[in-house]
């Protein structure tokens, strides 16, 4: 009776996480959204928006400067794009971690990384974000056993520098171009 009760309130804790991690994805693409359509209009937004969820963050962002976003605005809207799945994956990969006790199993040769690199390793995805995108590095970080709000804001870091960087960059290229011609 009482493993019957921990199991109820487990699975409705888990599903309470899955939860929200699902309405904070959903909360950053309405604010992606409603950022980029009140800028640019709703066709412009998602041209950018999309590319960014499925593919990468530097291909929204590249998309934004002939779009005609400021650059800053581009990157932003490119960058909240990206980060859309990123809650509701590490809400899940904790969840399926936590149910698969295999999976945990092998996971606690990692758990001595995250003990010797969690405050400083976690950062680490920052760099890396731009090349292994959000998918992976939410499941690089929920490996190695990071905790989910730094892995969040790791990858957010990275993911806005390499929208930035793009955006202006592309920026740069097309002025360029523009007064050659």
Known sequence: MINETN?????????????LGLFMSLLIFITAIALGTFIKGWAATTSVVIPSILLEVIIGAAASVPIGFDPFAGAI?????????????????DVIVRKWTWLGKKLKKADKLSVKYGKYGVWMLAPLAPFIGV?????????????????FMSLSLGVIIAALVTTYGGDGIKNLLNASL
């Open 7 to 19: 199991d109820t309130l487990t699975h409705k804790s888990s599903l309470l996480k899955i939860f």
């Open 77 to 93: 809207i490119a960058a909240l794009g990206n980060l859309v799945p990123a809650p509701l994956l590490l809400t899940s990969f």
């Open 135 to 151: 998918y992976v590095g939410v499941a690089v970080g929920i490996i190695l056993r990071f905790r989910p709000l730094l892995i």
